[in-house]
T-cell receptor
């Protein structure tokens, strides 16, 4: 399998559930990202990992907890979510060139999350 | 600060019409500029990019030129097809100690046969 994969593709959960989203990249990249895409809102960067270290956390509520066990895998652990957290969650990866140029991001297909 | 503004959609065109989607940016330093496209049910994918002023990115008949003097990166295509129907995102890449891509709000394009 190539590219960036995400599982599950669809998830429905109650507000008291705990679930996890998984992302895997097969591109040899060393940076991974979580984005939230809501209807009629710009894409929101949530977390950035570089070489398995979290380098950015954009004021995301603590009910979202990321984990990056290695450079190929990224998880987003979810607990006690709210209905307004319903959205498409996109994972991406990239390989920074180290020359000051921001490189292309490669996205997975996303997980469509519905919180009841 | 760093930001991207692109024209609101939706944009509806007939097949073979000319397409322009406007994008302007504000940035500190020397950003890279991107256009990403999102087809229904999929994640975003890179359409084209430019890394310095006056560069022209092109792919699949789409073009955009990095204009530093007007801080713009407008997307154009001479003849759209129904299969071009998608959401198009202009994006700015900045190195602010970490590598960050800032996306515009997206412009939905509908192409009618």
């Amino acid at each position: 399998e190539t590219g960036v994969t995400q599982t599950p593709r669809h998830l429905v959960m109650g507000m008291t559930n705990k679930k996890s989203l998984k992302c895997e990249q097969h591109l040899g990249h060393n940076a991974m990202y979580w984005y939230k895409q809501s209807a009629k809102k710009p894409l929101e960067l949530m977390f950035v990992y570089s070489l398995e270290e979290r380098v950015e956390n954009n004021s995301v509520p603590s009910r979202f907890s990321p984990e990056c066990p290695n450079s190929s895998h990224l998880f987003l652990h979810l607990h006690t979510l709210q209905p307004e957290d319903s959205a498409l969650y996109l994972c991406a990866s990239s390989h920074p060139t180290g020359q000051g140029i921001v490189d292309t991001q490669y996205f997975g297909p996303g997980t469509r999350l519905t919180v009841l | 600060g760093n930001s991207v503004t692109q024209m609101e959609g939706p944009v509806t065109l007939s097949e073979e019409a000319f397409l322009t989607i406007n994008c302007t940016y504000t940035a500190t330093g020397y950003p890279s500029l991107f256009w990403y496209v999102q087809y229904p049910g999929e994640g975003l994918q890179l359409l084209l990019k430019a890394t310095k002023a006056d560069d022209k990115g092109s792919n699949k008949g789409f073009e955009a030129t990095y204009r530093k003097e007007t801080t713009s990166f407008h997307l154009e295509k001479g003849s759209v097809q129904v299969s071009d129907s998608a959401v198009y995102f202009c994006a700015l890449g900045v190195n602010t100690g970490g590598f960050k891509t800032i996306f515009g709000a997206g412009t939905r394009l509908f192409v009618k046969a």
